[in-house]
């Protein structure tokens, strides 16, 4: 081999792997599109018990695991996002994943004490007014909060989940990903 053939190998090798790093790179670092989240979104602040508070001038957060394909609306309920083992669901605007439990009834929680550490339920504390469709709210008995449901059905958090898109709770003692 000439130098200037093992110029040209060395070129070719070089350019090879900066083309392979950036492309790991950026498919590392850049979030895909792997559901269609829709945004359901009311006029009043609110927040649950899991630890998430939204504002009128909040937006849900940009690092959860799928893109939009319109913009971000503030002041969002659920969302809907999909994995592979779960398909698709629904979730919080922050992206943390939203369940639902065998042994409630249609607006009625049966999930109290020790089910609440374990499954918070998903509750607000504006006005019950102006709800998108299939959303509603119901008083709980135990507590008196206001959670909301889903064609009916009281929605949780699961704090097995510690990051958004995780479904951790998806078949654990009779709650199951809330489905849209």
């Known amino acids: 081999m000439n130098k200037a053939t093992g110029a040209i190998v060395a070129i070719i090798v070089i350019v090879i792997v900066a083309v ?6 950026h498919k590392s670092s850049k979030t895909t599109p792997s559901s269609r989240e829709i945004f359901w979104a009311r006029s009043h602040s609110y927040s649950n018990s899991y630890g998430s508070s939204y504002g009128s001038t909040s937006t849900p957060s940009a690092s959860t ?23 698709q ?3 919080s605007p922050s992206g943390m994943t939203l369940y639902t439990y065998s042994s409630d009834s249609k607006n009625t929680s049966n999930c109290t004490s020790s089910c609440l550490s374990l499954w918070p339920a998903y509750v607000d504390n504006g006005p019950t007014t102006g709800l ?3 959303v509603g709210t119901i008083k709980r008995a135990d507590n008196g909060q206001t959670q909301y449901t889903y064609k009916g059905m009281p929605l949780y958090f699961y704090t097995g989940d510690k990051a958004a898109g995780q479904v951790n709770g998806n078949g654990v003692a009779g709650f199951s990903v809330a489905k849209p």
């Open 89 to 91: 669901y629904l979730a």
């Open 132 to 134: 998108p469709s299939n």
């Open 20 to 25: 392979g790093g950036y492309a790991i790179f």
């Open 65 to 87: 695991s799928t893109t939009s394909s319109t913009k971000p609306v503030n002041n969002a309920i659920l969302i809907t996002k999909s994995s592979s083992s779960a398909g």
